[in-house]
């Protein structure tokens, strides 16, 4: 899980780091994109980078939710009758809601990808235009909602994952309790924050 | 006072259970919840009906026997608590109280409010000790240790073994328990020879004895009555990790 | 369920400890250790010990012995072996290994120790603990006792209970708890190596005795309720003492005496049951459904002050009460010594002054112990690092703060020091039958100091027994127990379980002990007189003949059951209760925990009577009038003096 977890996360870190070049014109995002499928191709020919990226987070993707159903069968096996009564948890939002956020940003990869990577949920969808995709998407209001909801799940999902990660990983001492904490916190911020800058940057027409 | 109880009664571990309603009255704020139990099982007795079982012994807080699942948090809902310390004066007489017992597949209910959790010692013997046979022990001075240790080894000794943190997990694991002993031996130069081994050891029982895995939600360092830390599991983590990469 | 006649004894034969060898004191444990014939080790998983309690005592006596390689079998009540109730313990554990460097020795832990036992202990046992004593906290800090450290990272020690050197070894307020759960693991290392077979939820109802030998024992299931035997070739009970005779005490509330006291029915003299401890510190009793009463750690009473109104019934809230109508009675009384005065003083100054009518709190069975004074000298953070935890734990059960209203003090039932005779060798008068810890009598006199009862439980199960019971079972394995002495035990047994349910009375076992209990206080707690402890001695077979009468045990034999529990440890309650008062009316002198009105100074303070009562009062059961035993008392290193805390 932290393994798998740890992979995903870098790949967020990076994406979220390339979506900002949407503010520096429409050339930047477009020639962003013509390096990636560029990026070692003499020995991986165009686009073979991203292929492997792409399978590479697959085989994590896949890894991280059968991790998932087994802990969560685990813990459907070990506590077999339920409690008649018991309020919700008292632990953090974030670790409570760590599987239904889990689906809700799983079906919104399917969703992104269709959007901006197939092209076809895309109101423009003309390949390789990314800059012109991405404005022609979030000039629309419910767009940008639809992604606003699913970049929070996303912070909640990584402010528990991270600090889980670090612990199951066997980095958090004692001692580093609170700056572990507070690492998880400021990181899952500044990546939700990172990742809304953009759509909201078309919205309020910072971006064009 | 008058209270509305509503417990969770079951003659054995095979025979399905159910909650089943009760009165009580001449409850005084200063009784503990056990001692409010004791007042119905009296009276229950004296009607010719069977008592309710429940595990107790202390009533001190100390040995780990007691614990109830109260209104759906284990030891009821003071911090730092155990069910033998709580007191009826923080329970409001309108609101019917829920009793269940503790409930994880490897603690299966004894009767009624009693659990078997001798799956924790079987966690225990697979390595939750250092091997010093008596006699053989050097100096007690031979080998100083830095307070600073020798403090957070005894924050982390300080589990009584009561099963809350799996009571509460909603995963079901035992994790907290697990890793307070690993840190409290762990932490002592004289628990290191075994160190890796026993983490490693602790954490395959545990697994075998089909407790669920930890998601680290921190349901049970919040109702630990002794308030064991987060952190021991990083502690147990990193033992076992270490274990796994040393190719043990 | 027999109604013997205990207002009357015989004399009978004195006993002699016959293992202590003679000659120099210092040299006794070394020249027995040698003396004691060994087991060959290939022998030894030949033969089985059975240890029945898994507390300090038991716990790290199966544990030694499973490591010596012989076949054991532990049995506890509780559900895990971690829970015996010297997990309580809060001081701390003398031992004399001086690195405070104040001038302790084995010598002076000795001396201290028959002091404090008002000169009523076998000096050659003493002698032994004090011994032993250094050796258990190296042990324990090999097995990783989180001991308290000083910032050097050498083990921190304190002075407890009024001793005039720093000896106390201490974990925090949880030292029992740190030593208990070292010897429960050393004893899960021994369950997971096979040489010790566990058997949690299971209590022993009685000993079985063949051809003069403890066998074996019979016990019930508390799970199932299936009674069965377990033979072996020597039977050890570490169960405890036996202070729930009075109901309310600072015992867990499973503790019991159904072990000694069945042992002492099948023929184990039964030493001093009248030497009961009572602590002063404990929180007084809120109202009748009080099922038990908790210690508050004597520290307290370093640096809060004792007091009482000084008129009878004062309505007044104690911050209310000027200062000149307050009595420190233990500063004006005990002026050397003042609120540090040892226990037995303590607390029955305290009972006196509530007797007077000056009591606190409800029923009037309270004293003030008040820190503002310490609060106003030390500023409330310094109060708090020493005694936080304790003040949150009285918050808690009492919902009053200390820190704004003095605590309110009662004295409790503590600690038992009489129990099953032993020899040097922790023999009973029954062949194989070997006791250790407080079910024993032998190391604290009349009177126990502070911080020794966990020594002697760890003494005992880690070094002592260990290294004597080879000699006893040299001599085995002892042949096969014929089926009809299995047969008759389990009989019995079940009859007794039979009988109790039969009776389908009208009142609780529960509410029997409250009475036993009210009866025992009253008559035979702090003070007692020859007036009443006849009339206990009249009230007890009463009381008992009632219960068989009237008690109800809901439920069937066949099943877990904690009301037939509860019912059998009563009934044994109830017989025990009666040589309590036995003993307490024989011995007319004062000394240690018993103190009897007849005998004391002037000025109230207790007066021994070494001419005739330098002697250990071990009682045989015969059914009828018990028979005395007398072990002579000898002293030849600590000259019997008089105590004096003035």
């Known amino acids: 899980m932290a393994v798998s977890g740890a992979i995903l996360f870098l790949y967020v870190v990076a994406h979220m780091v390339g979506n900002l070049k949407a503010f520096a014109g429409a050339g930047a995002l477009d020639d962003y994109g013509v390096f990636l499928r560029e990026f070692l191709s003499p020995v991986l020919g165009y686009g073979g980078f991203l292929w492997v990226v792409r399978v590479v987070l697959l085989l994590a993707v896949v890894l991280h939710m059968v991790a998932a159903v087994q802990l969560a069968r685990r813990a459907r096996k070990a506590r077999p009758v339920s409690y008649a009564h018991r309020p919700k948890v008292q632990g953090s939002y974030a670790a409570r809601t760590m599987r239904w956020g889990g689906v809700i940003i799983a079906l919104f990869v399917v969703y992104h990808l269709l959007d901006l990577t197939a092209g076809v949920l895309n109101p423009n969808g003309v390949e390789g235009a990314i800059h012109a995709n991405v404005v022609a998407d979030f000039q629309r209001w419910y767009v940008v909602l639809a992604y606003t909801l699913a970049v929070v799940a996303l912070g909640f999902h990584l402010r528990h994952g991270l600090f889980s990660a670090l612990r199951s990983l066997g980095v958090a001492s004692a001692r580093r309790a609170a700056a572990v904490r507070g690492t998880a916190l400021g990181v899952a911020v500044v990546i939700t924050v990172g990742f809304l800058v953009v759509p909201f940057g078309v919205l309020f027409g910072i971006v064009r | 006072m008058r209270y509305t109880l509503r417990v969770w009664r079951q003659r054995g571990p095979e025979e399905s259970g159910g909650l089943v309603d009760y009165d009580v009255d001449g409850i005084s704020p200063d009784m503990s919840f056990l001692e409010m139990l004791d007042v119905l099982n009296e009276r229950l007795v004296l009607d010719g009906e069977e008592p309710v079982a429940f595990d107790h012994d202390c009533r001190e807080g100390i040995c780990g026997m007691c614990g109830l699942m109260i209104d759906g948090v284990a030891h009821g809902p003071e911090r730092a608590t155990t069910t033998c310390q709580l007191h009826m004066r923080h329970f409001d007489p309108a609101e019917p109280i829920v009793v269940e017992p503790w409930r994880a597949a490897p603690f299966p209910v004894v009767r009624d409010l009693m659990v078997d959790r001798s799956a924790l010692d079987r966690i225990v013997e697979a390595g939750g000790y250092i091997s010093a046979p008596a006699g053989a022990a050097p100096d007690a001075h031979a080998v100083p240790i830095p307070k600073a240790d020798a403090d957070a080894a005894f924050t982390a000794a300080a589990c009584i073994g009561c099963g809350a943190c799996v009571a509460a997990c909603p995963n079901g694991s035992p994790m907290l328990f697990t890793a307070a002993k690993a840190t409290h031996l762990g932490l002592l130069p004289q628990g290191q020879p075994e160190r890796l081994s026993r983490a490693e050891d602790m954490l395959t029982a545990q697994d075998d004895l089909g407790f669920g895995g930890c998601t680290q939600t921190g349901e049970c360092t919040l109702v630990c009555p002794k308030g064991i830390p987060l952190e021991t599991i990083a502690t147990l983590n990193h033992d076992v990790l270490t274990a796994a990469l040393r190719g043990r | ?646």
């Not at chain 3, 949690?200 to 003069?212: A, F, I, K, Y």
């Open chain 3, 1 to 646: 369920m027999s109604c013997s006649d205990y207002t009357n004894y015989s004399e009978g034969e004195p006993i002699a400890d016959t293992r202590a060898p003679d000659g120099p004191l210092e040299t006794r444990w070394e020249r027995r250790r040698f003396a004691a014939r060994l087991v060959n080790p290939a022998n030894r998983r030949k033969l089985t010990v059975i240890v029945v309690g898994t507390g300090l005592a038991g716990g790290s006596a199966a544990a030694t012995l499973g490591e010596l390689g012989y076949n054991v079998l532990s049995f506890c009540y509780q559900d895990s072996p971690r829970r015996a109730h010297s997990i309580a313990a809060q001081g701390g554990i003398n031992a004399a290994k001086n690195y405070a460097g104040d001038g302790d020795s084995v010598h002076r832990l000795f001396h201290d120790t028959v002091k404090g036992g008002d000169f009523r202990s076998r000096e050659s046992n003493v002698h032994r603990l004090a011994q032993v004593s250094t050796q258990i906290i190296d042990q324990c800090v090999a097995q990783g006792v989180p001991f308290a450290r000083e910032y050097g990272g050498l083990l921190d020690t304190r002075s407890f209970g009024g001793a005039q050197v720093s000896r106390t070894f201490y974990a925090r307020g949880q030292t029992g708890q740190q030593l208990l759960l070292g010897a429960y693991q050393a004893l899960s290392r021994q369950i997971h190596a096979g040489t010790v077979r566990m058997h949690p939820r299971t209590e022993m109802l009685d000993l079985v005795v063949d051809d003069g030998r403890a066998r074996g024992v019979v016990v019930r299931d508390l799970v199932s309720g299936e009674v069965s035997t377990h033979l072996a070739d020597a039977v050890v009970l570490a169960t405890g003492g036996y202070g729930n005779v009075f109901h309310l005490s600072t015992n867990a509330k499973g503790c019991n005496t159904t072990a000694i006291w069945r042992a002492h029915k099948k023929g184990a003299l039964f030493a001093n049951p009248c030497y009961t401890q009572i602590h002063p510190t404990c929180i007084p009793v809120s109202g009748e459904h009080q099922s038990k009463l908790t210690l508050m750690s004597e520290s307290l009473r370093n640096d809060g002050r004792v007091w009482v109104p000084e008129r009878a019934g004062d309505p007044r809230a104690p911050r209310d009460i000027p200062e000149q109508e307050r009595d420190y009675y233990l500063e004006r009384l005990y002026p050397g010594f003042g609120n540090l005065v040892p226990r037995d003083i303590a607390s029955r100054a305290a009972k006196t002054v509530c007797d007077a009518g000056r009591g606190v709190g409800p029923g009037g069975l309270g004293v003030y112990l008040d820190f503002a004074e310490a609060i106003e000298r030390l500023g409330r953070d310094t109060v708090s690092a020493r005694y936080g935890n304790l003040f949150e734990m009285y918050q808690r059960i009492t919902d009053e703060d200390p820190y704004e209203v003095p605590m309110r003090i009662y004295p409790a039932v503590h600690y038992t020091m009489g129990g099953l005779w032993v020899d040097y060798d922790l023999r009973s008068t029954i062949p194989g039958l070997f006791v250790i810890g407080e079910a024993n009598f032998s190391d604290h006199g009349a009177n126990r100091l502070g911080a020794s009862a966990l020594m002697q439980g760890l003494a005992d199960g880690y070094f002592v027994l260990p290294a004597v019971i080879g000699d006893y079972l040299a001599d085995g394995p002892f042949g096969p127990v014929p089926p009809t002495a299995v047969e008759d035990a389990e009989d019995e047994v079940r009859q007794g379980i039979a009988a109790l349910l039969a009776v389908d009375g009208d009142r609780t076992a529960e509410s029997f002990h409250r009475e036993l209990g009210r009866l025992m206080w009253e008559l035979c707690g702090m003070e007692r007189s020859e007036e009443g402890l006849r009339k206990a001695l009249e009230q007890i077979p009463q009381l008992r003949g009632e219960f068989w009468r009237r008690v109800k045990v809901t439920g069937a034999g066949g099943q877990l059951n904690q009301e037939l529990e509860k019912a059998g440890r009563v009934a044994d309650f109830l017989e025990l209760a009666e040589l309590m008062c036995l003993d307490a009316l024989h011995r007319t002198e004062s000394c240690g925990g018993h103190f009897r009105v007849e005998s004391q100074t002037a000025e109230g303070d207790a007066r021994r009577d070494d001419d005739a009562f330098s002697y250990v009062a071990a009682w045989e059961h015969t059914g009828g009038a018990p028979v005395l035993h007398r072990e002579h008392l000898e002293f030849t290193a600590v000259r019997p003096s008089v105590r004096s805390y003035k």
